[in-house]
């Protein structure tokens, strides 16, 4: 097993940097040109910037059993299609029993945009969502 996060404004990487040295599992950071990330006890690997290239990049490495860090649903759902397993930066576990639904909900919202209707951008981040980042992820490594 290995952690793979989509690093581009990703708030957990360092988090996930601490529970994988602790639990000895390799971590990669992926990011693109304009996100160039350096972090000890991680290996990155930056690739050209350019849509879902960091995507496409993440999903060449991801394999059976590996964790990936994503806020993006597409990845997440082509993560599990591999037999991989995906978290969201609040904690969310993405399943076989949500994804389809969250996958709905961005094509409507996407719709909705395209349609001129402005939509409310994520909540700002609190303590509460790194709490529920870390309990779920450590059960899914195992505590």
């Known amino acids: 097993m290995k952690i793979l996060i989509d690093a581009d404004g990703c708030p957990v990487v360092d988090i996930t940097i601490k529970i994988s ?5 390799p971590l990669i ?3 693109d040109t304009a996100h160039i990330i350096e972090k000890a006890g991680a290996k990155t690997i930056t690739v050209s910037k350019g849509s879902d290239s960091v995507d496409f990049s993440l999903l060449k490495l ?3 059993g590996d964790l990936v860090v ?3 649903y ?3 759902g082509m ?3 591999k037999g991989g397993l995906a978290i969201r930066q609040d904690g969310l576990v993405y399943d076989n ?3 389809d639904r969250l996958l709905d909900e961005r094509h409507n919202a996407k719709k909705l945009r395209k349609g001129g209707v402005r939509l409310k951008g994520p909540k700002k981040r609190t303590i509460a969502d790194d709490n529920k980042y870390i309990i779920e992820i450590e ?3 195992g505590e």
């Open 21 to 25: 040295k602790v639990k000895n599992i």
């Open 29 to 31: 950071l992926l990011c």
């Open 62 to 64: 991801v394999k059976k």
């Open 70 to 72: 994503t806020q993006d």
């Open 74 to 76: 597409g990845l997440a």
């Open 79 to 81: 993560v599990l299609a």
């Open 97 to 99: 029993n949500n994804i």
């Open 139 to 141: 059960k899914i490594l």
